[in-house]
């Protein structure tokens, strides 16, 4: 238990769906991340808020539309998605996004297959 | 953004040390050496990092080159809760574009036998 929660674990949706995932972190920290992790490839770094406020974007495709109403928590909203979205979505917080803020604490993850 | 180069696999008996390495002959003065683990069906959990100098923890200890090319990571007593992908990440500090990112590159896969 790292203290970053991710709902559901495991989520089947069609490509015109609309679904949103869920990150919670009960750790005090300021700054929250998206990743994507798909088979055979490295994780890759998709969205970065610190103090509530998108520092980064890693040029996603604008189906998938974080959230982050507050430091805590973290949203990724997704519609109208393609197979190849299809991959372990994971959740991660730190103090903040500066280098002194060594540690990223990972959330379980959410598998997504959309068909 | 500076690279790691890391074996795609290793093995080790259960109780006996590991040494995982890391090249990474690019990296510039502000980079520092990251390491995280990754367990099956687990997000990755971070491990240890340095700079300069050696650096140990209760997880395990991390070696670094004098020249900074080059680091390994050392798990004194595998066992088989090791058994993970473990990344080797440089993280810039200096400010740059990709100022305190992780950027994970595939990572050694490292199996434990009893």
């Known amino acids: 238990e790292t203290g970053v929660t991710q709902t559901p674990r495991h989520l089947v949706m069609g490509m015109t769906n609309k679904k949103s995932l869920k990150c919670e972190q009960h750790?005090?920290?300021?700054?929250m991340y998206w990743y994507k992790q798909s088979a055979k490839k490295p994780l890759e770094l998709m969205f970065v808020y610190n103090f509530k406020e998108q520092t980064e974007n890693n040029s996603v495709p604008s189906r998938f539309s974080p959230e982050c109403p507050n430091s805590s928590h973290l949203f990724l909203h997704l519609h109208t998605l393609q197979p190849e979205d299809s991959a372990l979505y994971l959740c991660?917080?730190?103090?903040?996004?500066?280098?002194?803020?060594?540690?990223?604490?990972f959330g379980p993850g959410t598998r997504l297959t959309v068909t | 953004d500076a690279k790691t180069t890391q074996p795609n696999s290793m093995e080790s008996n259960e109780e006996e040390p590991v040494h995982l390495p890391c090249n990474h002959s690019?990296?510039?003065?502000?980079?520092?050496i990251h390491w995280y683990r990754q367990l099956p069906s687990q997000g990755p959990e971070y491990v240890i990092h340095g700079l300069t100098s050696n650096v140990n923890n209760r997880m395990a200890s991390l070696a670094i080159a004098e020249d900074r090319k080059s680091s390994t990571l050392i798990l004194h007593r595998a066992t088989l809760r090791d058994a993970a992908v473990y990344y080797c990440i440089l993280r810039d500090g200096a400010g740059g574009t990709s100022y305190g990112k992780l950027t994970f590159g595939q990572g050694t896969i490292l199996t434990v036998h009893p």
């Open positions: 750790l005090g920290h300021n700054a």
């Open positions: 991660a917080s730190s103090h903040t996004t500066g280098p002194d803020s060594y540690e990223q604490y």
């Open positions: 690019t990296i510039s003065g502000t980079d520092y």
